[in-house]
Protein backbone atom coordinates (compact mmCIF):
# COMPACT_ATOMS: atom_id res chain seq x y z
CA UNK A 1 0.00 0.00 0.00
CA UNK A 2 1.54 3.56 -0.77
CA UNK A 3 1.90 6.19 2.13
CA UNK A 4 -1.19 8.12 1.31
CA UNK A 5 -3.55 5.19 0.96
CA UNK A 6 -2.27 4.11 4.34
CA UNK A 7 -2.47 7.40 6.11
CA UNK A 8 -6.28 7.32 4.95
CA UNK A 9 -7.05 4.07 6.03
CA UNK A 10 -5.50 5.10 9.76
CA UNK A 11 -7.84 7.94 9.74
CA UNK A 12 -10.73 6.03 8.69
CA UNK A 13 -10.42 3.66 11.67
CA UNK A 14 -9.90 6.77 14.12
CA UNK A 15 -13.46 7.68 12.69
CA UNK A 16 -14.89 4.29 13.09
CA UNK A 17 -13.36 4.33 16.82
CA UNK A 18 -14.93 7.18 17.40
CA UNK A 19 -18.21 6.22 16.81
CA UNK A 20 -17.69 3.64 19.60
CA UNK A 21 -16.78 6.83 21.94
CA UNK A 22 -12.93 6.49 21.54
CA UNK A 23 -11.26 10.04 21.20
CA UNK A 24 -8.34 11.00 19.28
CA UNK A 25 -5.83 11.28 22.40
CA UNK A 26 -7.18 7.49 23.39
CA UNK A 27 -6.93 6.17 19.73
CA UNK A 28 -3.35 8.17 19.42
CA UNK A 29 -1.72 6.45 22.29
CA UNK A 30 -3.05 3.00 21.23
CA UNK A 31 -1.74 3.73 17.73
CA UNK A 32 1.66 4.75 19.72
CA UNK A 33 2.15 1.24 21.84
CA UNK A 34 1.07 -0.86 19.06
CA UNK A 35 3.13 1.16 16.11
CA UNK A 36 6.30 1.09 18.77
CA UNK A 37 5.83 -2.68 19.22
CA UNK A 38 5.94 -3.55 15.56
CA UNK A 39 8.57 -1.29 14.85
CA UNK A 40 10.47 -2.91 17.32
CA UNK A 41 9.79 -6.06 15.69
CA UNK A 42 10.85 -5.27 12.39
CA UNK A 43 14.11 -3.68 13.89
CA UNK A 44 14.85 -7.23 15.39
CA UNK A 45 14.65 -9.10 12.54
CA UNK A 46 17.25 -9.17 9.48
CA UNK A 47 19.04 -7.21 8.42
CA UNK A 48 18.97 -4.89 11.52
CA UNK A 49 19.29 -7.68 14.21
CA UNK A 50 18.61 -5.24 16.98
CA UNK A 51 18.51 -6.27 20.55
CA UNK A 52 15.48 -3.99 21.51
CA UNK A 53 14.79 -4.83 24.79
CA UNK A 54 11.23 -6.16 24.30
CA UNK A 55 10.96 -9.44 25.93
CA UNK A 56 10.04 -12.29 24.01
CA UNK A 57 6.49 -13.05 25.66
CA UNK A 58 5.46 -9.64 25.56
CA UNK A 59 6.81 -8.60 21.83
CA UNK A 60 4.47 -8.04 18.69
CA UNK A 61 4.47 -11.66 17.96
CA UNK A 62 2.88 -11.99 21.01
CA UNK A 63 -0.49 -10.40 19.71
CA UNK A 64 -0.39 -11.42 16.19
CA UNK A 65 -2.93 -14.49 15.48
CA UNK A 66 -5.03 -13.66 19.06
CA UNK A 67 -8.79 -12.91 18.77
CA UNK A 68 -11.29 -12.18 21.13
CA UNK A 69 -10.82 -12.15 25.18
CA UNK A 70 -7.38 -13.72 24.71
CA UNK A 71 -5.91 -10.28 22.70
CA UNK A 72 -7.41 -8.11 24.97
CA UNK A 73 -5.82 -9.92 28.31
CA UNK A 74 -2.62 -10.24 26.66
CA UNK A 75 -2.49 -6.71 25.34
CA UNK A 76 -2.87 -5.88 29.13
CA UNK A 77 -0.16 -8.05 30.57
CA UNK A 78 2.48 -6.39 27.65
CA UNK A 79 0.96 -3.02 28.82
CA UNK A 80 1.56 -3.89 32.28
CA UNK A 81 5.17 -5.64 31.76
CA UNK A 82 6.33 -2.70 29.23
CA UNK A 83 5.55 -0.24 31.71
CA UNK A 84 8.80 -1.34 34.04
CA UNK A 85 11.28 -1.11 31.05
CA UNK A 86 14.06 0.79 30.90
CA UNK A 87 15.15 3.40 28.30
CA UNK A 88 12.66 4.06 25.43
CA UNK A 89 10.71 1.48 26.08
CA UNK A 90 9.67 1.97 29.71
CA UNK A 91 9.11 6.26 28.32
CA UNK A 92 6.68 4.41 25.60
CA UNK A 93 4.38 2.43 27.67
CA UNK A 94 4.50 4.43 31.06
CA UNK A 95 1.09 4.07 32.84
CA UNK A 96 -0.25 2.52 29.66
CA UNK A 97 -3.63 1.10 29.80
CA UNK A 98 -6.10 -0.27 26.82
CA UNK A 99 -8.44 2.27 25.67
CA UNK A 100 -10.21 -0.20 23.36
CA UNK A 101 -13.29 -1.84 24.84
CA UNK A 102 -14.30 -4.05 22.33
CA UNK A 103 -11.28 -7.01 21.40
CA UNK A 104 -12.84 -6.99 17.22
CA UNK A 105 -11.83 -3.25 17.66
CA UNK A 106 -8.64 -4.17 18.98
CA UNK A 107 -8.07 -7.13 16.42
CA UNK A 108 -8.21 -5.08 13.74
CA UNK A 109 -5.93 -2.20 14.82
CA UNK A 110 -3.39 -5.24 15.13
CA UNK A 111 -4.09 -6.37 12.08
CA UNK A 112 -3.91 -3.46 10.17
CA UNK A 113 -0.39 -1.98 11.69
CA UNK A 114 0.58 -6.25 11.05
CA UNK A 115 0.05 -5.94 7.35
CA UNK A 116 2.68 -2.81 6.93
CA UNK A 117 6.72 -2.41 6.84
CA UNK A 118 6.86 0.53 8.87
CA UNK A 119 10.84 1.02 8.85
CA UNK A 120 10.65 0.57 4.86
CA UNK A 121 7.69 3.45 4.79
CA UNK A 122 8.91 7.22 4.47
CA UNK A 123 9.30 8.96 7.10
CA UNK A 124 7.62 12.07 6.19
CA UNK A 125 4.47 9.64 5.42
CA UNK A 126 4.93 8.15 9.14
CA UNK A 127 5.25 11.35 10.94
CA UNK A 128 2.60 13.28 8.70
CA UNK A 129 0.40 10.35 9.57
CA UNK A 130 0.98 11.31 13.24
CA UNK A 131 1.38 15.01 13.15
CA UNK A 132 -1.88 14.87 11.50
CA UNK A 133 -3.58 13.22 14.40
CA UNK A 134 -2.12 15.19 17.20
CA UNK A 135 -3.38 18.25 15.13
CA UNK A 136 -6.92 16.62 15.54
CA UNK A 137 -6.42 15.57 19.20
CA UNK A 138 -5.32 19.33 19.74
CA UNK A 139 -8.56 20.62 18.17
CA UNK A 140 -10.46 18.24 20.38
CA UNK A 141 -11.36 20.67 23.02
CA UNK A 142 -12.86 18.03 24.82
CA UNK A 143 -9.33 16.37 25.41
CA UNK A 144 -7.13 19.80 26.20
CA UNK A 145 -4.41 18.35 24.29
CA UNK A 146 -4.70 22.29 22.50
CA UNK A 147 -2.36 23.40 25.49
CA UNK A 148 0.74 21.30 24.08
CA UNK A 149 0.09 21.88 20.73
CA UNK A 150 1.64 25.36 18.81
CA UNK A 151 0.73 26.44 15.71
CA UNK A 152 2.81 25.02 12.83
CA UNK A 153 3.51 27.96 10.92
CA UNK A 154 4.37 29.92 13.74
CA UNK A 155 7.49 27.32 14.61
CA UNK A 156 8.36 27.37 11.31
CA UNK A 157 8.72 30.89 11.26
CA UNK A 158 10.56 31.38 14.15
CA UNK A 159 12.88 28.56 12.52
CA UNK A 160 13.42 30.48 9.83
CA UNK A 161 14.74 33.41 11.81
CA UNK A 162 16.82 31.61 13.61
CA UNK A 163 18.44 29.35 11.55
CA UNK A 164 20.30 26.46 14.01
CA UNK A 165 23.47 25.26 12.63
CA UNK A 166 24.47 21.64 12.68
CA UNK A 167 26.45 20.02 15.73
CA UNK A 168 24.89 22.39 18.23
CA UNK A 169 22.31 21.46 20.96
CA UNK A 170 18.50 22.69 21.34
CA UNK A 171 16.77 22.78 24.07
CA UNK A 172 12.68 22.90 24.83
CA UNK A 173 12.19 22.83 28.37
CA UNK A 174 7.99 22.61 28.04
CA UNK A 175 8.21 20.60 24.57
CA UNK A 176 4.37 19.15 24.19
CA UNK A 177 4.57 16.82 21.31
CA UNK A 178 7.97 17.94 19.60
CA UNK A 179 6.95 20.68 16.99
CA UNK A 180 10.11 23.07 17.89
CA UNK A 181 12.60 19.88 17.48
CA UNK A 182 10.73 18.37 14.01
CA UNK A 183 10.76 21.88 12.62
CA UNK A 184 14.52 22.57 13.69
CA UNK A 185 15.36 19.06 12.36
CA UNK A 186 14.56 19.57 9.13
CA UNK A 187 15.70 23.14 8.86
CA UNK A 188 19.21 22.01 9.92
CA UNK A 189 18.48 19.03 7.18
CA UNK A 190 17.39 21.12 4.11
CA UNK A 191 17.62 24.45 5.58
CA UNK A 192 17.00 27.13 2.67
CA UNK A 193 15.20 30.80 2.36
CA UNK A 194 13.67 29.26 -0.45
CA UNK A 195 10.98 27.85 1.53
CA UNK A 196 9.89 31.33 2.80
CA UNK A 197 9.40 32.31 -0.68
CA UNK A 198 6.24 29.28 -1.04
CA UNK A 199 4.10 30.63 2.08
CA UNK A 200 3.23 27.17 2.72
CA UNK A 201 1.47 26.61 5.93
CA UNK A 202 3.56 23.80 6.79
CA UNK A 203 7.10 23.58 4.98
CA UNK A 204 7.79 19.85 4.35
CA UNK A 205 11.46 20.60 2.32
CA UNK A 206 11.11 16.25 0.75
CA UNK A 207 7.59 16.86 -0.65
CA UNK A 208 7.75 20.66 -1.63
CA UNK A 209 11.55 21.22 -3.09
CA UNK A 210 12.53 18.36 -5.10
CA UNK A 211 16.36 19.39 -4.77
CA UNK A 212 16.00 19.97 -0.75
CA UNK A 213 17.53 16.87 -0.47
CA UNK A 214 20.51 17.17 -3.04
CA UNK A 215 21.17 20.47 -1.27
CA UNK A 216 21.61 19.15 1.99
CA UNK A 217 25.45 19.31 3.32
CA UNK A 218 25.30 16.83 6.26
CA UNK A 219 28.36 14.56 6.67
CA UNK A 220 27.82 10.98 8.60
CA UNK A 221 29.15 12.57 11.81
CA UNK A 222 26.16 15.40 11.30
CA UNK A 223 23.80 12.92 10.47
CA UNK A 224 24.19 11.45 13.66
CA UNK A 225 24.36 14.22 16.14
CA UNK A 226 21.14 15.73 14.99
CA UNK A 227 19.11 12.12 15.24
CA UNK A 228 21.11 11.46 18.63
CA UNK A 229 22.45 14.42 20.41
CA UNK A 230 20.74 17.45 19.60
CA UNK A 231 17.68 17.65 21.10
CA UNK A 232 16.48 17.76 24.75
CA UNK A 233 13.50 18.48 26.41
CA UNK A 234 11.08 18.30 29.51
CA UNK A 235 7.31 17.41 29.16
CA UNK A 236 5.90 16.56 32.69
CA UNK A 237 2.43 15.35 31.39
CA UNK A 238 3.54 11.32 30.91
CA UNK A 239 0.90 11.22 27.89
CA UNK A 240 2.11 13.98 26.22
CA UNK A 241 5.72 13.17 26.77
CA UNK A 242 4.74 9.37 24.67
CA UNK A 243 3.63 11.49 21.88
CA UNK A 244 6.63 13.51 22.02
CA UNK A 245 9.24 10.45 22.17
CA UNK A 246 7.25 8.42 19.15
CA UNK A 247 6.70 11.99 17.18
CA UNK A 248 10.09 12.32 17.10
CA UNK A 249 11.08 8.48 16.38
CA UNK A 250 8.67 8.52 13.27
CA UNK A 251 10.54 11.40 11.98
CA UNK A 252 13.86 9.64 12.39
CA UNK A 253 14.92 11.33 15.87
CA UNK A 254 16.66 9.28 18.21
CA UNK A 255 16.82 5.70 18.53
CA UNK A 256 14.34 2.85 19.43
CA UNK A 257 16.68 0.95 21.64
CA UNK A 258 18.52 4.20 23.09
CA UNK A 259 17.41 6.42 26.49
CA UNK A 260 14.95 9.61 25.84
CA UNK A 261 16.45 12.65 25.55
CA UNK A 262 13.02 14.35 26.68
CA UNK A 263 12.84 14.31 30.68
CA UNK A 264 9.84 13.09 32.40
CA UNK A 265 10.38 15.80 35.10
CA UNK A 266 9.65 19.47 35.94
CA UNK A 267 12.50 21.79 34.07
CA UNK A 268 12.13 24.44 36.57
CA UNK A 269 12.97 21.99 39.55
CA UNK A 270 16.61 21.99 38.71
CA UNK A 271 19.25 24.42 38.21
CA UNK A 272 21.13 24.27 35.24
CA UNK A 273 24.98 22.69 35.40
CA UNK A 274 27.72 24.45 32.74
CA UNK A 275 27.77 21.21 30.88
CA UNK A 276 24.03 20.54 30.57
CA UNK A 277 24.25 24.45 29.14
CA UNK A 278 22.82 24.37 25.05
CA UNK A 279 23.46 26.32 22.43
CA UNK A 280 19.80 26.86 21.10
CA UNK A 281 16.30 27.31 23.31
CA UNK A 282 13.03 27.19 21.04
CA UNK A 283 10.66 27.00 23.51
CA UNK A 284 6.31 27.59 23.84
CA UNK A 285 6.07 27.40 28.41
CA UNK A 286 2.20 26.73 29.40
CA UNK A 287 0.03 29.21 29.67
CA UNK A 288 -1.33 30.06 32.79
CA UNK A 289 0.61 32.37 35.51
CA UNK A 290 0.99 30.31 38.58
CA UNK A 291 2.85 27.73 39.31
CA UNK A 292 0.94 25.58 41.82
CA UNK A 293 0.37 22.03 42.78
CA UNK A 294 -2.78 20.33 44.05
CA UNK A 295 -2.63 18.66 47.54
CA UNK A 296 -4.97 16.62 49.95
CA UNK A 297 -5.57 18.05 52.93
CA UNK A 298 -6.41 16.31 56.30
CA UNK A 299 -10.23 16.11 55.36
CA UNK A 300 -9.85 14.31 52.07
CA UNK A 301 -10.54 17.85 50.41
CA UNK A 302 -7.84 18.99 47.93
CA UNK A 303 -6.50 22.08 47.67
CA UNK A 304 -3.97 24.50 45.75
CA UNK A 305 -0.56 25.31 46.63
CA UNK A 306 1.58 28.21 44.88
CA UNK A 307 4.98 26.60 44.02
CA UNK A 308 7.88 29.42 44.66
CA UNK A 309 11.20 27.69 42.78
CA UNK A 310 14.42 28.97 45.01
CA UNK A 311 17.29 28.57 42.50
CA UNK A 312 20.68 30.38 42.96
CA UNK A 313 20.72 30.77 39.13
CA UNK A 314 17.53 33.16 39.00
CA UNK A 315 17.36 36.92 39.52
CA UNK A 316 14.54 36.50 41.18
CA UNK A 317 12.38 34.61 42.98
CA UNK A 318 8.78 34.03 42.38
CA UNK A 319 5.61 32.36 41.82
CA UNK A 320 5.05 33.25 38.45
CA UNK A 321 5.16 30.21 35.99
CA UNK A 322 6.26 32.30 32.84
CA UNK A 323 9.09 34.53 34.67
CA UNK A 324 10.23 31.85 35.99
CA UNK A 325 10.82 29.83 32.20
CA UNK A 326 12.33 33.46 31.37
CA UNK A 327 14.95 32.70 34.02
CA UNK A 328 15.09 29.07 33.49
CA UNK A 329 16.10 29.66 29.75
CA UNK A 330 18.62 31.90 30.31
CA UNK A 331 20.01 29.82 32.48
CA UNK A 332 20.30 27.31 30.23
CA UNK A 333 21.73 28.79 27.45
CA UNK A 334 25.81 29.06 26.77
CA UNK A 335 27.41 32.28 26.65
CA UNK A 336 27.05 32.17 23.17
CA UNK A 337 23.34 30.65 22.80
CA UNK A 338 20.39 32.18 21.56
CA UNK A 339 16.76 31.72 21.94
CA UNK A 340 13.20 32.55 20.18
CA UNK A 341 10.52 32.12 23.28
CA UNK A 342 6.74 32.51 23.11
CA UNK A 343 6.00 34.33 26.41
CA UNK A 344 2.23 36.37 27.26
CA UNK A 345 1.75 39.97 27.53
CA UNK A 346 2.49 39.60 31.67
CA UNK A 347 5.89 38.57 31.43
CA UNK A 348 6.72 42.14 29.07
CA UNK A 349 4.78 44.44 31.65
CA UNK A 350 4.19 42.96 34.83
CA UNK A 351 5.71 44.93 38.02
CA UNK A 352 7.87 43.73 41.05
CA UNK A 353 9.51 40.47 40.36
CA UNK A 354 8.65 40.85 36.71
CA UNK A 355 10.36 44.64 36.48
CA UNK A 356 13.51 43.31 38.76
CA UNK A 357 13.54 40.22 36.07
CA UNK A 358 12.67 42.19 32.88
CA UNK A 359 15.94 44.69 34.27
CA UNK A 360 18.55 41.83 34.40
CA UNK A 361 17.35 40.04 31.64
CA UNK A 362 17.96 43.66 29.07
CA UNK A 363 21.44 44.00 30.73
CA UNK A 364 22.52 40.23 30.54
CA UNK A 365 21.35 39.50 27.34
CA UNK A 366 20.76 41.11 23.95
CA UNK A 367 17.17 40.73 23.53
CA UNK A 368 16.51 42.46 19.73
CA UNK A 369 13.29 41.24 18.52
CA UNK A 370 9.48 40.83 19.84
CA UNK A 371 6.87 39.64 17.31
CA UNK A 372 3.27 40.88 18.74
CA UNK A 373 1.17 37.81 18.09
CA UNK A 374 -2.60 38.06 17.54
CA UNK A 375 -5.40 36.47 19.01
CA UNK A 376 -7.27 33.40 17.59
CA UNK A 377 -4.20 31.28 16.63
CA UNK A 378 -3.63 29.08 19.79
CA UNK A 379 -5.91 26.24 21.09
CA UNK A 380 -5.47 27.38 24.44
CA UNK A 381 -7.44 30.39 24.28
CA UNK A 382 -7.08 32.99 26.66
CA UNK A 383 -3.81 34.48 26.31
CA UNK A 384 -2.06 37.61 24.09
CA UNK A 385 1.58 36.56 23.32
CA UNK A 386 4.47 37.18 21.62
CA UNK A 387 7.67 35.58 20.36
CA UNK A 388 10.83 37.51 21.83
CA UNK A 389 14.11 36.34 19.86
CA UNK A 390 17.27 36.79 22.27
CA UNK A 391 20.73 36.36 22.54
CA UNK A 392 22.35 35.25 25.73
CA UNK A 393 26.25 36.83 26.48
CA UNK A 394 29.27 37.01 29.03
CA UNK A 395 28.56 37.69 32.36
CA UNK A 396 30.34 41.24 32.44
CA UNK A 397 29.25 45.05 33.52
CA UNK A 398 28.30 45.71 30.09
CA UNK A 399 24.34 46.44 29.22
CA UNK A 400 23.56 44.16 26.25
CA UNK A 401 20.51 44.93 24.42
CA UNK A 402 20.87 48.18 22.34
CA UNK A 403 17.27 48.28 21.51
CA UNK A 404 14.34 46.06 20.68
CA UNK A 405 12.74 46.16 17.48
CA UNK A 406 9.35 45.31 17.32
CA UNK A 407 7.07 43.74 14.91
CA UNK A 408 2.92 44.23 15.30
CA UNK A 409 1.04 40.85 13.91
CA UNK A 410 -1.76 42.17 16.43
CA UNK A 411 -3.47 45.28 15.34
CA UNK A 412 -5.84 45.48 13.39
CA UNK A 413 -5.04 41.23 12.59
CA UNK A 414 -7.74 39.02 12.71
CA UNK A 415 -7.47 34.89 12.77
CA UNK A 416 -9.46 32.12 13.87
CA UNK A 417 -8.46 28.41 14.25
CA UNK A 418 -10.48 26.91 11.78
CA UNK A 419 -12.26 29.62 8.80
CA UNK A 420 -9.28 31.60 9.17
CA UNK A 421 -6.28 30.06 10.48
CA UNK A 422 -2.96 31.82 10.47
CA UNK A 423 -0.56 30.55 7.61
CA UNK A 424 3.20 30.95 7.19
CA UNK A 425 2.36 33.61 4.22
CA UNK A 426 0.39 35.88 6.96
CA UNK A 427 4.48 35.36 8.59
CA UNK A 428 6.63 36.03 5.37
CA UNK A 429 6.61 40.02 5.73
CA UNK A 430 7.73 39.54 9.44
CA UNK A 431 10.78 37.32 8.56
CA UNK A 432 11.85 39.33 5.71
CA UNK A 433 12.02 42.69 8.33
CA UNK A 434 13.30 40.48 10.95
CA UNK A 435 16.74 39.97 8.00
CA UNK A 436 17.89 36.50 8.98
CA UNK A 437 20.72 36.71 6.89
CA UNK A 438 21.90 40.08 8.95
CA UNK A 439 19.82 40.85 11.60
CA UNK A 440 21.98 44.26 12.20
CA UNK A 441 20.51 45.71 8.71
CA UNK A 442 16.92 46.20 9.05
CA UNK A 443 14.26 48.98 7.99
CA UNK A 444 11.57 50.22 9.67
CA UNK A 445 7.85 49.73 8.19
CA UNK A 446 4.14 50.31 9.62
CA UNK A 447 4.70 47.25 11.44
CA UNK A 448 7.93 47.07 12.38
CA UNK A 449 9.80 49.71 14.40
CA UNK A 450 12.62 50.28 16.64
CA UNK A 451 12.99 51.31 20.70
CA UNK A 452 16.18 52.21 22.08
CA UNK A 453 17.19 50.74 25.37
CA UNK A 454 16.95 53.87 26.58
CA UNK A 455 13.75 54.43 25.79
CA UNK A 456 12.38 51.41 26.76
CA UNK A 457 14.39 51.10 30.53
CA UNK A 458 12.89 54.72 31.15
CA UNK A 459 9.00 53.53 30.83
CA UNK A 460 7.56 52.91 33.70
CA UNK A 461 8.38 49.34 35.12
CA UNK A 462 10.64 48.76 32.06
CA UNK A 463 7.53 48.25 30.33
CA UNK A 464 7.94 46.51 26.79
CA UNK A 465 4.27 46.25 26.20
CA UNK A 466 4.37 48.31 23.13
CA UNK A 467 2.40 49.51 20.38
CA UNK A 468 1.90 52.18 18.19
CA UNK A 469 -0.48 51.14 15.12
CA UNK A 470 -4.21 52.86 15.62
CA UNK A 471 -7.19 50.05 15.77
CA UNK A 472 -9.25 51.01 12.89
CA UNK A 473 -12.52 48.62 14.77
CA UNK A 474 -12.09 51.68 17.28
CA UNK A 475 -13.26 54.22 15.12
CA UNK A 476 -15.27 52.56 12.24
CA UNK A 477 -18.30 50.05 12.55
CA UNK A 478 -17.71 49.26 9.33
CA UNK A 479 -13.84 47.93 9.85
CA UNK A 480 -15.19 45.69 12.46
CA UNK A 481 -14.09 41.82 11.80
CA UNK A 482 -16.58 39.29 11.39
CA UNK A 483 -19.33 37.88 13.43
CA UNK A 484 -16.77 34.30 14.05
CA UNK A 485 -13.90 36.62 14.53
CA UNK A 486 -15.82 38.71 17.35
CA UNK A 487 -17.02 35.95 18.92
CA UNK A 488 -13.73 34.22 19.44
CA UNK A 489 -12.49 37.93 20.86
CA UNK A 490 -14.94 38.03 23.27
CA UNK A 491 -14.17 34.55 24.51
CA UNK A 492 -10.46 34.92 24.65
CA UNK A 493 -11.21 38.09 27.19
CA UNK A 494 -13.65 36.18 28.93
CA UNK A 495 -11.37 33.15 29.13
CA UNK A 496 -8.10 35.60 30.09
CA UNK A 497 -10.23 36.93 32.96
CA UNK A 498 -10.92 33.44 34.11
CA UNK A 499 -7.03 32.56 34.26
CA UNK A 500 -6.46 36.06 35.97
CA UNK A 501 -8.76 34.84 38.88
CA UNK A 502 -7.52 31.40 38.95
CA UNK A 503 -4.07 32.73 39.50
CA UNK A 504 -5.24 34.98 42.26
CA UNK A 505 -7.26 31.96 44.19
CA UNK A 506 -3.88 29.79 43.67
CA UNK A 507 -2.23 32.47 45.97
CA UNK A 508 -4.47 33.01 48.19
CA UNK A 509 -3.74 31.22 51.91
CA UNK A 510 -5.97 28.32 52.52
CA UNK A 511 -8.40 28.94 54.98
CA UNK A 512 -8.67 26.80 58.21
CA UNK A 513 -11.60 24.55 58.64
CA UNK A 514 -13.42 23.96 62.14
Known sequence: MNAPALVQKVWNYCHTLRDDGVGYGDYLEQLTYLLFLKMAHEYSQPPYLRDTKVPGAYNWESLTGLTGEALENQY???LKKLADAPGMLGAIFYKSENKIPDPAKLSRIVKMI??????SLDADAKGDLYEGLLQKNAEDTKSGAGQYFTPRPLIDAMLACVRPEPKKTILDPACGTGGFFLSAYDWITYGDAQWIEKGMSHWNPAKDNASAIAKSKLNKDQVKFLRDETFFGNEIVPSTRRMCLMNLFLHNIGSIDGEPKVARADALLTAIKGEDKVDYVLANPPFGKKSSMT?????????KEALTYERQDFWATTTNKQLNFLQHIVASLKDTGK??????????FEGGAGE?????????????????????????NGVKANVVFFDNAARDEKVHTKGIWFYDLRTNK???????????????????CYNPENRHERKETERFKYYSYDELINRDKASLDVFWLKDDSLDNLDNLPPPDVLQQEIIDHLE????AFKDVAAGLPVSSKS
Open 76 to 78: RRV
Open 114 to 119: DEESWI
Open 295 to 303: ITNAEGGED
Open 339 to 348: AAVVLPDNVL
Open 356 to 380: RIRRKWLNNCDVHTILRLPTGIFYA
Open 414 to 432: HFTLKQRPMMLSDLKEFIQ
Open 496 to 499: AALL
